[in-house]
């Protein structure tokens, strides 16, 4: 009998992950925010928990979030026990890209796009308390940059020099370096985030979905992360 779980981070409704499971076999659907009012580690876990399946496709169209609940999610999905198929539909950006980086296999639809980058953070305080984050901030990366070079099995400055630039990988450029392991093809993806806040978006994904045909629990999400992107950008310009 096929089951149904549909997770719902917090009270936001508009916030969703889905699984359909059967005995053998399960899909995971991740098509939102990665923490930030979205998809937390807590409700991810909790779901995946109750899964016996011995086959796990995992689907993701996500634009990044938290890098915690990013990371709780990677790990719970490597030390399940299950075979792990990653699909890339649209977009796994930021740390949704570590996300897909928990795959025995990745697959990216032709028009997917994956996205490494650095981490940010907001921090208040004063002189030192910016310095102590700025030490975590490169901790943090460099623990990303490990997973991204364990995959491409490439070194960790390589890594870390996509993260740098900000890199929005095609779905054949993740194939080639080995981010990816197939590129199956798909209608077109079309952004439907919020990527205002990064700096090198492909001209594919520019036009995102017109906040006028999102509910409004939607819109003020995007309103939100466009608060928070614009506190990073001018404390980026201050500098």
């Given at each position: ?204 994904l520019t036009e995102s979905v017109a906040e006028r045909q999102l509910d409004p629990d939607s819109v003020r999400r995007f309103a939100l992360m466009r608060k928070r992107l614009a506190l990073v950008e001018r404390g980026e310009q201050s500098r």
């Amino acid at each position: 009998m096929l089951k149904t779980i549909q997770a719902r981070a917090g009270k936001v409704p508009a916030s969703w992950f889905s699984i359909k499971a059967e005995a053998e076999t399960a899909d995971v659907l991740i098509y939102d925010y990665i923490g930030w009012g979205g998809v937390t580690a807590a409700d991810f876990a909790t779901a995946l928990q109750a899964l016996t399946a011995k086959t796990i496709t995992v689907r993701l169209n996500t634009p990044g979030g938290d890098v915690f609940d990013g990371l709780a999610i990677f790990n719970s999905l490597k030390a399940h026990g299950a075979q792990i198929h990653v699909r890339v539909d649209g977009i796994a950006a930021s740390i949704g890209s570590i996300i897909a980086m928990a795959g025995h296999t990745i697959t990216m639809g032709e028009s997917a796009f994956l996205m490494v980058h650095n981490p940010w953070a907001l921090t208040i305080g004063n002189a030192e308390d910016m310095r102590a984050m700025a030490d975590t901030l490169e901790k943090i990366g460099g623990s990303l940059a490990n997973i991204y070079a364990s995959r491409a099995k490439t070194t960790p400055e390589q890594a870390q020099a996509w993260m740098n630039a900000e890199t929005w990988f095609t779905a054949d450029e993740a194939k080639a370096l080995g981010l990816a392991d197939a590129v199956q093809g798909a209608a077109k993806a079309e952004a439907s985030f919020d990527l205002s806040g990064y700096a090198k978006v492909p001209k594919a994904l520019t036009e995102s979905v017109a906040e006028r045909q999102l509910d409004p629990d939607s819109v003020r999400r995007f309103a939100l992360m466009r608060k928070r992107l614009a506190l990073v950008e001018r404390g980026e310009q201050s500098r």
